[in-house]
């Protein structure tokens, strides 16, 4: 059974049709609302998400299916100590696919493993969140018309933020990319990420812990929350929290044509008087990723024959 855990479960040749397969359910919506009539997507949701859980949601009613929802570790027999195979195998019995979010890393895999429907990983602890990154693709090619070429600054917390891991997976698949890493020292990217995505490809990059003296180099700038419920102790949490924080002014040395993306939720790390500025396209992100997903669930639903 095919399911999506990691970015690389999606060939290049995938990416670009689900892209191609959103833009054309943005250009005609009415030609895919019957398409998962009668399916049900599960979404299995142990940690906290409004877009997420959401959009996946908003996704299924759009193709036509209906949705059956947990929310919360405490609201499912997670709560009676059940395991996450089992429940994986429980939910199997009731819906046609699965989207889950699991604080441990992990969690989606052992559920692939043990359904009989396909299995989206909606992220899964610190590791990787692939979903996100398709948002963000489809985002990146919209506002730049290419994926190819690019000077990608990821800023923030790029020790635990799975999507910057996501991210990264995926854009080191294409040509002429460079990446920025802007962070603490500690909240650099784990050295799996760089070994495997950046050093064995020989794809350029410098880590920094100053965005403005590189913010005018940048083509994207991907901004990232620091990820308090990862931390181990509160207090390196509030230290490190405020460590870089987005504003008009810093704006001013970014390019013209500068995209500034964020997976969202924000905290302080972008100003809200940056929201005005034609470079921001963090909400344009959200909307992306409910078209996405919508071609990501016609995907795999096709290819376990329930459509
Ligand atoms: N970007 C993202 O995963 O947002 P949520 O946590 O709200 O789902």
Redesign the pocket.
């Known amino acids: 059974m095919r399911s999506v855990i990691d970015v690389p479960d999606l060939s290049l040749q995938e990416l670009q049709q689900l892209m191609d397969t959103a833009e054309d359910i943005i250009a005609r919506p009415a030609a895919y609302s019957e398409c998962c009539r009668g399916k049900k997507l599960a979404t299995l949701f142990f940690e ?6 959401l959009s996946f949601e908003a996704a299924m009613y759009e193709l036509g299916g209906n949705v059956l929802s947990v929310t919360g570790a405490g609201t499912s027999s997670a709560a009676k100590g059940e395991s996450v195979a089992d429940t994986a195998k429980t939910v199997s019995c009731y819906a046609d696919i699965i989207a889950m ?1 699991h604080p441990k890393e992990g969690a989606a895999l052992v559920a692939a493993r043990n359904a009989s429907v396909p299995v989206i990983n ?2 899964d602890g610190g590791h990787c ?1 692939p979903t ?1 990154t398709l948002a963000d693709l489809l985002t990146i090619r919209r506002e730049k018309g290419r994926l190819d070429g690019l000077t990608v600054g990821l800023c923030g917390d790029l020790k635990f933020g799975r ?1 910057v891991h996501s991210l990264i997976t995926a854009m080191s698949r294409y040509e002429g990319l460079r990446f920025v890493l802007i962070s603490p020292e500690e909240l650099k990217l784990p050295s799996y990420v760089k070994n495997d995505c950046l050093k064995r490809k020989n794809i350029p990059y410098i880590q920094t812990t100053d965005l403005e003296q590189v913010i005018g180099d940048l083509d994207i700038l991907y901004m990232t929350r620091v990820q308090r419920e990862r931390f181990f102790n509160e207090e390196d949490y509030l230290r490190l929290k405020d460590s870089y924080i987005l504003t008009p002014e810093k704006m001013k040395k970014g390019r013209a044509d500068l995209c500034v993306m964020h ?3 924000r905290v302080n790390e972008i100003s809200v008087a940056v929201d005005e500025d034609p470079r921001a396209c963090y909400f344009k992100q959200v909307l992306n990723g409910k078209y996405m997903r919508m071609a990501l669930i016609l995907m795999l639903l096709k290819e376990a024959g329930r459509l």
């Not at 906290?48 to 859980?53: K, L, Q, V």
């Open positions: 906290p998400s409004t877009r997420t859980r979010r909606a992220g969140h996100q999507t997976p969202l939720p």
